[in-house]
């Protein structure tokens, strides 16, 4: 399967190369934004938000930015526009996966 992974992405390399370049980018500022986020909850004494933001820092920096909107609207934008740069080659590689899964094993 790996064979697989490593082929699509040496034939498609047109593809490949400028999404993973967006999805770096997408990911530094998806960690600009988790640790600006972080760094608010702890300084508002939310504790919570603020170790669970440590912990999970995806899934919970979202729901953090959406509960408490007004509280760093800069790092929320941070952290929204990371995951929407990271997206698409999630999806692509998500996709490819579920391809190369879901096809019958050569036999040798």
């Not at 603020?50 to 995806?58: E, Q, W």
């Not at 760093?72 to 899964?101: C, D, E, F, K, Y």
């Amino acid at each position: 399967m790996l064979n697989a992974f490593l082929q699509f992405y040496v034939d498609h390399q047109w593809l490949a190369l400028p999404l993973a370049m967006l999805s770096a980018v997408g990911v530094g500022i998806l960690w600009m934004g988790w640790l600006t986020l972080m760094l608010t909850a702890f300084g508002q004494r939310l504790w919570l938000w603020g170790f669970a933001i440590l912990l999970l820092p995806v899934p919970v920096s979202q729901c953090f930015a959406l509960r408490h909107p007004a509280m760093n609207p800069w790092a929320n934008r941070l952290v929204m526009w990371g995951l929407l740069l990271s997206l698409p080659m999630l999806v692509l590689t998500g996709w490819w996966a579920w391809v190369a899964l879901t096809q019958p094993s050569p036999v040798p």
